[in-house]
């Protein structure tokens, strides 16, 4: 079975500081993991997605982040918020095949202070 | 990129009606597409998996009679809420896997209203 945790419900970080969103993952077979963007009233947007290859995933909005198998981590950083940053985020896990349904983390709400 | 569509995006009925969302998938087709349920400030709850040609698979603690999905095409899945309650007030969100990918398209999502 696959489970996702992800740390922190809200993370506030100011305006041009860093930004850290914490995911771990549980997985017996290889997995494919997401983070997904969500604004209010809408449906999920994918950042980014880690499948096979390079661990460090660059995605859209400047946001990246890396797969670490050893800590079992997906953590999602970007060097520099912004205001237009302030959503929900959703670390999620699924199998490493296609047309696998994926779990979703809590969720993680970022908001950025002036 | 692949775009899945959802309608209506916001929906209010009376209790003890039944309200139909469409998914669409735009420009792909999707031999499988999934529901999922999300409540206020909450995570995606997943619902069922919905298979062209066959039966959904529910997860437990869904109930099959109360949300019929239905996916006649490679590129249309319903879900159906019947007899609605207040307590389907919900956010719902579908999406479709391009096949080999592992990737979702989610669509914009539906919000129901029960009065």
């Known amino acids: 079975a696959q489970s996702v945790t992800q740390l922190g419900s809200h993370v506030s970080v100011s305006e041009g500081a860093l930004v850290l969103l914490r995911c771990n993952y549980s997985?017996?077979?290889?997995?494919?993991l997401f983070w997904y963007v969500q604004y209010p009233n809408q449906g999920l947007q994918l950042l980014l997605k880690?499948?096979?290859?390079?661990?460090l995933v660059k995605g859209i909005n400047g946001f990246e982040a890396e797969f670490k198998k050893s800590e079992t981590s997906f953590h999602l950083t970007k060097p520099s918020a912004h205001m237009s940053d302030a959503a929900e985020y959703f670390c999620?896990?699924?199998?490493?095949?296609?047309?696998?349904?994926?779990?979703f983390g809590s969720g993680t709400r970022l908001s950025i202070r002036p | 990129g692949a775009v899945v569509s959802q309608h209506p995006s916001r929906v209010i009925c009376k209790s003890g009606t039944s309200v139909k969302i469409e998914c669409r998938s735009l420009?792909?087709?999707?031999?499988?597409m999934f529901w999922y349920r999300q409540f206020p400030k909450k995570s995606l709850m997943l619902m069922a998996t919905?298979?062209?040609?066959?039966?959904?698979?529910?997860e437990q603690g869904v109930e099959k009679d109360k949300f019929l999905i239905n996916h006649a095409s490679l590129t249309l899945s319903t879900l159906t809420v019947t007899s609605a309650h207040p307590e389907d007030s919900s956010f719902y969100i579908c999406?479709?896997?391009?096949?080999?990918?592992?990737?979702?398209?989610f669509g914009e999502g539906s919000r129901l209203t029960v009065l």
């Open positions: 999406s479709a896997s391009i096949a080999g990918t592992g990737e979702l398209f």
């Open positions: 997985s017996s077979v290889p997995p494919y």
């Open positions: 880690y499948t096979t290859g390079a661990t």
């Open positions: 999620a896990v699924s199998e490493y095949s296609s047309a696998s349904k994926i779990i």
């Open positions: 420009d792909f087709q999707a031999t499988t």
């Open positions: 919905s298979n062209e040609g066959s039966k959904a698979t529910y």
